[in-house]
């Protein structure tokens, strides 16, 4: 039965701080998963490929992985739990209720592959239970991948071992890119946001010079035409750059 992350306040108020914080997280920086949500997978997969190559059963193996990751849950709550008040509202607050709801979510999935695998049930169909699409957008890529190497196995006979190895691989694979993404794109994030504020720089300094932009700007039809236009050019600006490093963090340029 899948679970959320526990909450400090006790009663209706957690329940509503929790939705609070999910609906700023999605507002500050979208669905897009964390990088430490998206380290999960490789980490639950070695050890998954581990103990296959050690002569486990599936389903011993995936208790095994399911019990690792409902300990790192735990700790996770415990981390938010005894957080300063003065961090409730932090980025790290939000990063962790991220990975906690992430941590929730492959937990339940673990648990649904060991039940199946008790009964003797295909694992692959198993991993993409109706449930599965409350996941997270992160968990729900890595269902995907874990019940196509489950059929992998059972329809070739290939070494289940050796694919959740390679698995692994791809994925830390796509971790460095991304961060190698990230570091390359630190400056023209940067840039932007120092363009975004020139305007207001520039009615700064206009002011402080003594040359009234505002009155400029405001006493008069065409000076009202022009900061109006300006607006508009700076935002659009502004939303161009947004896109074009979006598309460049999701490696489509």
């Known amino acids: 039965m899948k679970t959320g992350p526990a909450s400090t306040l ?18 500050r920086r979208g669905n897009k998963p964390s990088l430490d949500e998206l380290e999960l997978w490789p980490d ?7 103990l296959l190559k050690a002569g486990c059963s599936p389903a011993f193996a995936c208790a095994m992985v399911g019990r690792n990751l409902a300990s790192s849950l735990e700790e996770t709550r415990t981390r938010i739990a005894s957080m300063r008040p003065v961090a409730r509202w932090g980025a790290e607050r939000w990063q962790d209720e991220d990975l906690a709801r992430a941590l929730a979510d492959m937990v339940d999935l673990f ?8 009964k003797g ?10 449930g599965t699409a409350d996941y997270r957008e992160s968990v729900r890529d890595g269902v995907v991948a874990l019940a196509a190497c489950w059929q992998v ?52 300094l206009g002011i402080i010079m003594g040359t009234d ?3 400029v700007l405001l006493g008069s039809f ?10 508009g050019l700076a935002y659009a600006g502004s939303r161009w750059t947004s896109r074009l490093i979006g598309r460049a963090e999701g490696g489509e340029l």
Do not use: N
Not at 44 to 50: C, D, H, L, P
């Open 121 to 130: 049930l295909p694992l692959g169909p198993a991993c993409l239970h109706p």
């Open 111 to 118: 648990e649904c592959c060991t039940e199946a695998a008790q």
């Open 213 to 215: 932009p505002l009155g």
């Open 44 to 50: 639950a997969i070695w050890r998954m490929a581990a």
């Open 10 to 27: 006790p009663g209706p108020l957690g329940g509503l701080e929790t939705r609070l914080t999910h609906l700023v997280l999605r507002a």
């Open 153 to 204: 196995g059972q329809t070739t006979g290939a070494s289940l071992a050796s694919v959740f190895e390679r698995l692994a691989r791809y994925y830390e694979t796509e971790i460095d890119l991304r961060q190698q993404r990230e570091t390359a794109l630190s400056g023209p994030k940067a840039t932007g946001r120092i363009l975004s504020w020139l305007p207001a720089l520039g009615l700064g």
């Open 222 to 231: 065409g000076g009202a035409l022009v900061g109006l236009t300006g607006l």
